[in-house]
């Protein structure tokens, strides 16, 4: 059996079609690559069986991803990370299944683990020597952590408003890390004209075509978690979207491969602040494609993106499936962060918790019933955003008494 099922890249928009094996980004036209798979051929020979026997890693499911090779294979271990139910909040909410995928656990504590630990491995197969790219942070501190593994040298162009502790990840390694007077767009066009002027593979969100592929593993897992059942809803808080819009591949594919309900799709929410609500907005006028947001901002870094270059991949996904998108607020997400935390103890990163506000806030407008399947996706974990709020605590001398408790429940 082949390690990869792997045929061609194909545009998102005009479906002209790349060879797998030679350096891309986006189309003549434009518009992101995709991956394709000979999916017919493999679900001949591959069984959900045949997965008992292999490694709890994205690794799992390698015919479905885009590595020829397993020599060039960079991994930290990443992948299957649980599927939590959560019951307290879920019982305050109204929702009776609910279940986080919890992606805080992933090495270097985010689900951009997924994307970099595909992406730089196929970098490597391709012969890439160095790398750059603009983020919010944590797919900066993926990528160069992976990039370190693999012996590639990575740029990482950086908004200065990351959080710290996302910055010293990145510093810790052997990264050129630059900071920006501005936010992630801005970030990006410098890391364009850096690819052209010193040669660098530009992977920037959905530039290359593989970063996709490894988070498309969130779908395998939530389905095989599930015992190969589909989920009712999916919230995902989406800056890039690139998340949404590898979980749906991941069904299609699953749905082709014949290991799911062939006619039922989750359907997908997109979860967005009200600071930076691009995707949102264009849902509500039923438009294809998103427009500019000026002057974004969200206390959730990582969802503030004023214009994904997917967003229509984003929306397609949503429009597909019947899903929805919504904006909420930063005082609400910081109030249902701290909720979660104090309920359930699963601390979960402020884009998370906006995900979760939305379930909660889709359950009282009744789009949400009450016995359906939902799954939260908690993009990472909440120690990375330490807020001063949370370190607010009473300091005691040497020989000092604990004056008094609160009541214990």
């Known amino acids: ?153 990575s740029v990482i162009i950086m908004p200065e408003g990351a959080p710290s502790m996302i910055r010293s990840e990145v510093t810790s390694t052997d990264t050129h890390l630059f900071l920006v007077n501005g936010v992630i767009s801005d970030a990006g066009k410098i890391a364009a004209k850096a690819a052209t002027d010193f040669r660098l593979y530009d992977v920037s969100t959905l530039k290359e075509p593989y970063r996709i592929e490894g988070k498309k593993t969130m779908g395998f897992e939530i389905a095989e978690q599930l015992l190969w059942e589909t989920p009712d809803v999916i919230l995902y808080p989406a800056g890039g979207g690139v998340g949404l819009i590898a979980i749906y591949k991941a069904f299609k594919e699953l749905q082709e491969l014949g290991w799911i309900n062939s006619t039922k799709m989750p359907r997908f929410v997109a979860v967005q602040a009200e600071g930076c609500a691009p995707i949102v907005k264009a849902w509500k006028n039923k438009k294809g494609e998103s427009e500019f947001w000026p002057d974004s901002r969200t206390v959730a870094f990582g969802i503030n993106v004023p214009k994904a270059l997917g967003d229509f991949l984003v929306l397609q996904a949503i429009y597909e499936t019947n899903g929805c998108a919504l904006d909420v607020k930063d005082k609400e997400i910081l109030k249902e962060q701290k909720n979660i935390i104090r309920k359930e103890g699963a601390f979960v990163c402020p884009e998370g918790a906006a995900a979760f506000l939305a379930a909660r806030k889709l359950r009282d407008s009744g789009w949400i019933e009450e016995d359906e399947r939902v799954i939260i996706i908690n993009t990472g974990m909440g120690l990375k955003y330490m807020n001063k709020e949370f370190m607010d605590l009473p300091v005691l001398q040497p020989g000092e008494s604990i004056d008094s408790l609160p009541v214990m429940q």
């Open 1 to 153: 059996m082949a390690f990869s099922y792997v045929t061609h890249l194909s545009c998102s928009k005009c479906s002209r079609a790349y060879c797998p094996d030679a350096v891309h980004h986006l189309c003549s036209c434009g518009a992101p690559l995709l991956v394709n798979y000979d999916v017919r051929k493999l679900a001949k020979i591959l069984k959900p069986n045949d997965l008992l026997k292999r490694n709890h890693d994205l690794w799992r499911y390698h015919e479905l991803l885009p590595i020829r090779s397993p020599k060039n294979v960079v991994s930290l271990g990443e992948g299957m990370t649980p599927l939590v139910p959560m019951k307290k909040l879920g019982a305050e909410i109204g929702i009776s299944h609910l279940y986080m995928k919890d992606e805080g656990m992933a090495p270097t504590g985010t689900f951009k683990a997924r994307g970099a630990a595909v992406g730089v491995s196929k970098a490597k197969e391709l012969g890439i020597k160095g790398l750059v790219m603009p983020t919010n942070g944590n797919a900066g501190a993926a990528w160069s952590l992976y990039s370190s593994r693999a012996g590639i040298q």
